[in-house]
């Protein structure tokens, strides 16, 4: 009779157990797929701003804001040195 | 007192008869019987017969989701972004379900940036499914959402982006709505870039979130990245000299290609008119043309070098050999080849730098068609270079059987022989290496150098670069390609363009060369078709444009100098053009 018990109750918090990891391993999933979302919008979000920064850095951006803005201009002849490492 | 007469119901006497004993058992076991039929019919569909109320059940939860995968970026050589897919989302609607309140419609029709009209137009329209807007930006997707209309509808995409607009559009191409490859590199890389989207099943619960991942029926696989050989630097300032040419000289298009000596890699392609691939909008098909590969034209005199390194190469003739070109005039079969310029008695080095027309012939005569053909298909002239490019064209080269001697005599100043302008590039490279040709990469080669297939001996290439560096240089026809700081080297070209079976009077320019020519490290082919603001030689109009993108170029990518940084010092006197006019090249 006492087996018994003891085994009803073992078989209750197995039971009880089953339903908890259950319970832990949707949770952790969930969890999962969050960060698998964010990680995609990540990704996505990484892919904008590259193209932002080469929108940014296109070179006829760039010329143009250094002829107009910044008065640059390539050097003229006889204005370049060149420096050679000693041998 | 009457006495009353007692009837108890209950000792009825029909009521006495006893009932036989099987009834009751009959219905305790029929009871059973249906009690166990059900209990076998429960252990049957629950314990051995399950899959079909299994898959019954799951089908109720169970979804299968697409997994999307992204399509490869294309950057250039030092990984700037070239091309980059990016979310977005497209409206849809089932205009069935879609009954909007007035209100709702003017508000959607306000974030579709449409008039409420047209609105009302595409959801009357007696169809099952209707595209309202495709391609928006995320956050306009998400205020939409937030509307909550019935019937109307998301759908999530991918457009492609190109930061580098017009400048690079003719060598990546672009992709369809649906973000499959349609020109270019899109196209030719296709397969790698490319993504498969994957899929798998989960079960979701009654609010419609996912509660489990059953199983992974595809794993999504993302595009690969390409990464060109591309140097957005040189392309840029390929494309600018391009450009700026076109205007000055009126040209109808144009087209430039860079090519690495040493690897063989294709560091600029740039090609005018050109297209804004973000915008597609009236586009044509002239804007769309990649003259550089499916273009072929007579390329003229850039071709005579070819033909002085094959008598070099065959022992017929020496750089100092002389030959007599007067009186600039020649008869071939009834027909007659002429020089512009009567030069008299001329070595083979002087024929390259004056470019001679008679002389290039004489030194074509002392060979059979079928020498000449060969030397021509190892330089890869009538087949297509097979780089993997859309629509690569070959060229038009026949066979050595079929030509005649007057034809054998044109083709070795460029005329009725026809090749693309990447074929020229390509086969400059002869020169600027030792005499081989490496096959042309537009990914990326990480190697110090590759080896090609011998067409001269480097003591050939070697005595072809000092020709051609004449040829730039004071005297010869294109002192306009010189840069300070480097010494340069190429050939001009001014062909007059058939139209109708016959020469019309309008010209291709051309210019190939390479720099520095100590230790060349570009090849650089410029063609512009059709200049037609009064200039039209080689040397005039394609040459300086190689002199822009050779003294760009080769500061951006560190080459030290191999000549003076003093202004070169050309024959003539300030203010004297007369020199530059002289050397007006032949044909």
Not at chain 2, 320 to 327: E, F, H, R
Not at chain 2, 422 to 436: K, P, W
């Amino acid at each position: 009779m006492r087996l018994d018990a003891l085994l009803v109750a073992l078989a209750v918090a197995s039971a009880l157990g089953v339903v908890a990891a259950q319970h832990q391993a949707r949770k952790l999933f969930s969890a999962l797929e969050r960060e698998q979302t964010r990680t995609h919008g990540l990704e996505v979000e990484w892919g904008q701003l590259q193209l932002e920064q080469s929108t940014w850095a296109a070179h006829g951006r760039v010329e143009k804001l250094a002829r107009d803005k910044l008065g640059l201009r390539p050097p003229a002849q006889g204005q370049m040195v060149v420096l050679e490492p000693q041998p | 007192m009457k006495k009353q007469r007692t009837v108890t119901f209950n000792h009825n006497p029909l009521l006495k008869r006893e009932l036989p004993a099987w009834r009751s058992r009959f219905v305790l076991m029929a009871l059973l019987g249906c009690s166990a039929a059900l209990a076998g019919r429960a252990l049957y569909l629950q314990g051995i017969h399950n899959e079909f109320l299994q898959a019954k059940g799951e089908s109720r939860y169970a979804r299968v989701l697409e997994v999307p995968a992204t399509r490869g970026r294309i950057t250039d050589r030092y990984g700037d972004m070239l091309a980059v897919s990016t979310p977005v989302r497209s409206v849809w609607a089932i205009p069935g379900d879609a009954q909007l309140e007035p209100g709702d419609a003017r508000q959607l029709a306000k974030l579709l940036e449409m008039n409420a009209v047209e609105l009302d137009a595409k959801l009357a329209g007696g169809r099952d499914f209707v595209y309202l807007k495709r391609q928006l930006a995320p956050d306009v997707a998400d205020r939409i959402s937030a509307l909550k209309l019935p019937g109307i509808h998301q759908q999530r995409e991918y457009r492609r982006f190109y930061p580098g607009g017009e400048v690079m559009s003719h060598v990546l191409g672009f992709t369809s709505i649906e973000d499959r490859g349609q020109e270019g590199i899109e196209l030719a890389f296709e397969k790698l870039l490319a993504g498969q989207p994957g899929s798998r099943r989960v079960i979701k619960d009654r609010r419609g979130q996912v509660v489990e991942d059953v199983e992974s029926i595809r794993q999504p696989r993302d595009g690969q990245d390409v990464v060109l050989a591309m140097d957005g630097k040189v392309q840029y300032l390929a494309y600018s000299a391009l450009r700026e040419a076109m205007q000055t000289h009126r040209a109808k298009a144009g087209a430039v290609v860079v090519l690495d000596v040493r690897t063989g890699e294709v560091l600029a392609l740039a090609n005018a008119p050109t297209f804004n691939p973000n915008n597609r909008a009236n586009l044509t098909g002239a804007q769309l043309r990649n003259r550089v590969f499916t273009d072929t034209f007579e390329p003229g005199s850039v071709m005579k070098p070819f033909i002085a390194g094959l008598a070099l190469e065959r022992g017929k003739f020496k750089a100092t050999s002389t030959i007599d070109t007067s009186p600039g005039r020649m008869t071939i079969g009834g027909a007659s080849i002429g020089d512009a310029h009567r030069h008299g008695v001329l070595t083979v080095a002087e024929i390259i730098q004056k470019s001679s027309n008679i002389g290039t012939v004489k030194m074509a005569q002392q060979f059979t068609p079928d020498e000449m053909w060969r030397l021509f298909d190892q330089l890869g002239f009538g087949s297509p270079l097979n780089m993997g490019f859309p629509g690569e064209a070959g060229g038009r080269l026949r066979p050595a059987k079929s030509w005649r001697p007057i034809e054998q005599a044109t083709m070795s100043y460029g005329h009725g022989i026809s090749v693309s302008l990447i074929q020229m590039a390509r086969a400059y490279l002869a020169f600027a290496r030792d005499g081989d040709l490496p096959s042309l990469s537009l990914t990326r080669v990480d190697a110090a150098s590759v080896a090609g297939r011998r067409v001269f001996s480097p003591e050939v290439a070697r005595e072809l670069r000092t020709m051609l560096e004449m040829a730039a240089g004071p005297g010869g026809t294109a002192p306009k390609a010189q840069v300070p700081g480097y010494r340069v080297a190429g050939k001009t070209g001014t062909a007059h363009k058939l139209e109708g079976g016959r020469y019309a009077n309008k010209y291709v320019s051309s210019f190939v060369g390479f720099a520095p020519v100590s230790n060349p490290r570009l090849v650089v082919a410029v063609m512009i078709d059709e200049p037609s603001a009064g200039q039209h030689y080689g040397g005039a109009v394609a040459a300086p444009v190689f002199a822009r993108i050779v003294e760009g170029s080769l500061r951006a990518l560190g080459v030290a100098p191999d000549a003076p940084l003093t202004p070169l010092q050309f024959a003539r006197k300030p203010g004297d053009a007369a020199v530059v006019v002289a050397v007006e090249e032949s044909m």
